[in-house]
């Protein structure tokens, strides 16, 4: 029988040098998305995906994400007397429990895959969620859910993917396809941030995965790959050359790369927009500056 997916791992040590000067003393991963903090959604992904234990690789300057999962029962105290039963609410709701959370040092940025194995001993037997929080999936069934499912049929190692632009695929970890079977591909191997125009695809991998245990005993190894950092996707690959199950899992929804200003702006908008209680003033605004700029023009 296979085994539940109930842990993951949120590799959060980068140093998120594209949000400079900010990410000098606001880790990115605290950045907010209207009220929320870019973390709190990977978490909430993560939970309605049935992920009990959250297992989060940091670095130094990091402490304001460890300060976030603490209770603040101050703050409860005030709001409770105030009678604002809603922002209570909403407080709570972030609240993780004893236990629930582990923290593990990345002691250097030595890349993706050196992250997730800074977290091998917390990890039996099992199938293992990876998250990167600043992929940002807005979808009416979460992300990670949709691939947990999925994974209860395949087993074996499991990406989230996307279909990019020619000109994109170089930025990312690029699939070589076996066989298409729409939402389900199997892979025959996967280039990690391959040369322009040298891509076997256009279909790219996301911040989300499942993998086996497997692949971290392959990580032990510690190659290293493109941009001379040991690469997830490089030990993920090394499971098709062992004859195992990897997949891409083409999921529904729309993907936000909050690790880039541009990406980060396209979701600040998108999620105020879904806000019920914001969406007729961003509208109005957005109008009103595209007609300014229309007659400026
Ligand atoms: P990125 O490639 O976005 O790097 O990492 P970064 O350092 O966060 O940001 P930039 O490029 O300097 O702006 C993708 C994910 O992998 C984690 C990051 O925290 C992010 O969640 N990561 C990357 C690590 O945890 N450790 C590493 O050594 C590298």
Request: charged share 30%.
């Amino acid at each position: 029988m296979k085994r539940k997916v109930t842990k993951a791992i949120f590799p959060v040590a980068g140093l998120g040098t594209r949000f400079l000067p900010a990410t000098k003393s606001v880790p990115k991963e605290i950045m907010t998305l209207v009220d929320r903090p870019l973390i709190q959604y990977a978490i909430d992904e993560a939970r309605e995906a049935g992920i009990r234990e959250f297992i989060f690789v940091t670095s130094r300057g990091k402490g304001a994400l460890e300060d976030y999962f603490d209770h603040a029962p101050q703050l409860e105290n005030e709001l409770r007397k105030k009678g604002k039963d809603e922002l209570l609410e909403t407080l709570k709701s972030t609240n993780m429990d004893s236990g629930e959370i582990a923290y593990i040092r990345q002691h250097k940025a030595m890349g993706l895959g050196h992250a997730v194995w800074c977290a091998r001993r917390l990890i039996s037997n099992e199938p293992i969620a990876v998250i990167l929080p600043d992929d940002v999936i807005a979808a009416e069934k979460p992300c990670l859910k949709q691939m947990v499912e999925a994974y209860e049929e395949t087993g074996g190692c499991m990406v989230a993917a996307m279909d990019v632009p020619t000109n994109k695929a170089s930025s990312y970890g690029i699939l070589d396809i076996k066989e298409d079977k729409g939402n389900l591909v199997k892979v025959k191997g996967m280039v990690e941030k391959p040369p322009l125009g040298e891509q076997p695809s256009n279909l790219a991998v996301i911040g989300r995965y499942i993998i086996t245990p497997d692949v971290l005993r392959t990580l032990n190894q510690m190659k290293k790959g493109a941009g001379d950092e040991v690469q997830l996707t490089d030990a993920i690959a090394e499971e098709i050359t062992r004859g195992r199950d990897v997949h891409g899992f083409r999921f529904e929804g729309e993907r936000f790369d909050c690790g880039s200003k541009a990406g980060f702006l396209q979701a600040t908008m998108a999620f105020g927009l879904a806000r019920a209680e914001l969406r007729d003033e961003l509208m109005s605004y957005m109008t009103d500056m595209l007609a300014h700029r229309a007659a400026a023009q």
